[in-house]
Nanobody, 121 residues
Framework: QVQLVESGGGLVQAGDSLRLSCAASGRTFSSYTMGWFRQAPGKERLFVAA???????YYADSVKGRFTISRDNAKSTVILDMNNLKPDDTAVYYC???????????????WGQGTQVTVSS
């Protein structure tokens, strides 16, 4: 089992930056691909970014160039730095972990409880 706890969400204005953190506990963090997803009200959960054990990063087109995913294996933490936020970025953001990488939420094994990000115009 892997337990994930997100933090760092909040209310910001368009153009602002925000940093989300995800602390992991349980099995070996460094052996998991880590990802971020988001879900806006009434919409499906969507892939945002992911980082393989190798360090390779993947991003949704909608956030490419604005968001950066990073991980600290020593601290079992994954970070999502979000810059130039837009109202369309408003959603609950979820941290996820799995052995493989896919943009399909159902294929990820472990999830955090989510943290709300609200971007006002």
């Amino acid at each position: 089992q892997v337990q994930l706890v997100e933090s760092g969400g909040g209310l910001v204005q368009a153009g602002d930056s925000l940093r989300l953190s995800c602390a992991a506990s349980g099995r070996t963090f460094s052996s998991y691909t880590m990802g971020w997803f988001r879900q806006a009200p009434g919409k499906e959960r969507l892939f945002v970014a992911a980082m393989r054990v190798s360090g390779a990063q993947y991003y949704a087109d909608s956030v490419k160039g604005r968001f950066t995913i990073s991980r600290d294996n020593a601290k079992s933490t994954v970070i999502l730095d979000m810059n130039n936020l837009k109202p369309d970025d408003t959603a609950v953001y979820y941290c996820a972990a799995d052995r493989s990488l896919t943009t399909i939420p159902a294929n990820w094994a472990y999830w955090g409880q989510g943290t709300q990000v609200t971007v006002s115009s």
